[in-house]
């Protein structure tokens, strides 16, 4: 008689942990996954509301350089499944993909649920269990995992673990960062969760704040100078928001924005409203004759209206230089002061979570042999653009292949 099957349990039914149970599944395990949740994959699927951004097309050694420090000890999970097999794998769920004009990926009806309900399908297929409304609650002083349900609570011990229950935003869809207390209790250090690709705060007066919520500012360069001098500039374009700015160009300088202003209290964004003209072309532009228009008018006829005018106004207040010379400089390098982070909940992702130290190659718990971790709640950051799911995506294989070996299999 050949042994029983080893049992597994994955906590969390996120993509990582929906990725680490079809790996262990696919090598004849039996899993059972558990999530406190009514539904799975929540973020997931709210990921696919402004379109799932699955993965990246870039080079490789671009796509890498995403993931900043903690390429170091990512780089190997992401090699094992990158972008390439992340839109292979969509395929062979029978879901197809394509590549956007700034070359993120995207499933081709820009959808997330028919890409889950293809991957529980299968997962079902290959015995997977799903164990809704079943919060774990970390360990029983035997060492049994604990849950709770609507049920009861219950313990049970398995051979092998896997946790994936996320970072700490958008709490309603189910990554709280409860779990927090559960590893520090058994020695394991996890960073505190700060937020990544959110929103920043701005003291607008309240003429500004009344008038352009919800303007795109486009196109717009943003750049920013860090304390050990680098210079870090992209260009895009942001949304203005009651209390500050948001959107793609804000998220992809998040990092540093935020690292600035738990430094010095605020961070100073330098925006060129005119990205598409160098200075001279603007000074001219501006030097050219306004007849009697008023300054507002003729900044206007220059491309420079709208949300724009308003951030010039905003910064400079009313009294704007009229000199063509010093109003292009101004036009060019504004000077936008952030001075918080939106609040971490509100953020689409967070940096922090069990730290790399805490971890082996393999992504188990070097305190806890047996119990291995993936996805949002180890800590890394990195910017949108399909860069979070794939990481996701390739730790949960990752632990999985992790378990495996653990196991001896
Ligand atoms: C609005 C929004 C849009 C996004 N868009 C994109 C995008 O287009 N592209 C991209 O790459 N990324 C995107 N992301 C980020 C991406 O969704 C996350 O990085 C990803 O979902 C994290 O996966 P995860 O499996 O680690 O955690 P989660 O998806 O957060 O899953 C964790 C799971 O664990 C469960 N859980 C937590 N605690 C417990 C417990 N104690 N017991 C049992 N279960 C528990 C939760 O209920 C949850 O189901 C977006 C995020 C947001 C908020």
Redesign the pocket.
């Known amino acids: 008689m050949p042994p029983p099957p080893k049992r597994v349990a994955v906590?969390?039914?996120?993509?990582?942990?929906l990725a680490a149970a079809e790996v262990l599944a696919e090598a004849g395990l039996h899993v059972r996954v558990?999530?406190?949740?009514s539904a799975?994959?929540?973020?997931?699927l709210?990921?696919g509301?402004?379109?799932?951004?699955?993965t990246h097309s870039e080079p490789l050694q671009d796509f890498f350089i995403r993931y900043g420090n903690a390429l170091t000890w990512l780089r190997p999970h992401l090699e094992a499944f990158p972008p390439g097999q992340v839109r292979d794998w969509l395929h062979r769920l029978g879901i197809p993909t394509f590549v956007g004009s700034s070359g993120r990926v995207f499933p081709q009806d820009l959808r997330a649920a028919p890409s889950l309900r293809a991957w529980l399908k299968k997962l079902g297929g290959l015995g997977v269990s799903l164990h809704l409304r079943?919060?774990?609650?970390g360990w029983s002083p035997e060492g049994a995992c604990r849950f709770a349900t609507p049920d009861g609570d219950f313990e049970e011990n398995f051979d092998g673990l896997i946790l994936?229950?996320?970072?700490a935003?958008?709490k309603r869809?189910?990554?709280?960062g409860?779990?927090v207390p559960f590893l520090n209790g058994k020695g394991v250090a996890c960073a505190p969760f700060r937020p990544s690709n959110c929103g920043f705060e701005c003291d607008w007066t309240p003429i500004f704040a009344g008038k352009f919520p919800g303007s795109p500012v486009k196109p717009v360069k943003a750049a920013l100078l860090t304390r050990n001098d680098a210079a870090i500039e992209r260009q895009g374009e942001f949304i203005v928001t009651e209390n500050g700015v948001e959107g793609s160009l804000i998220y992809a300088l998040s990092a540093p924005l935020r690292d600035e202003i738990e430094a010095a209290g605020f961070v100073d964004l330098y925006l060129d409203l005119a990205p598409d003209r160098n200075l001279t072309q603007l000074t001219y532009d501006l030097s050219l004759p306004r007849g009697k228009d008023s300054l507002s008018n003729h900044l206007r006829k220059r491309g420079i209206d709208g949300v724009k005018a308003g951030l010039l106004r905003e910064v400079h207040g009313a009294k704007l230089s009229e000199d063509p010379a010093k109003l292009a400089v101004i036009i060019k390098n504004l000077p936008l002061r952030l001075r918080r982070c939106r609040p971490l909940d509100e953020a689409?992702?967070c940096a922090g979570g069990i730290t790399a130290a805490e971890l082996t190659p393999d992504l188990m718990l070097k305190k806890l042999p047996g119990v291995f971790a993936?996805?949002?709640?180890l800590d890394w950051e990195a910017p949108?653009?399909?860069?979070?799911?794939?990481a996701?995506l390739a730790t949960?294989r990752g632990a999985a292949r992790g378990l495996i070996r653990h196991l001896g299999r």
């Open positions: 906590i969390g039914a996120g993509p990582a942990g558990f999530d406190a949740g799975p994959a929540r973020k997931y709210r990921a509301v402004g379109g799932l951004n699955i079943h919060r774990w609650l994936a229950t996320g970072g935003t958008w869809l189910g990554a709280d409860a779990w689409i992702s993936c996805g949002e709640m949108t653009g399909g860069y979070l799911l794939t996701c949960g």
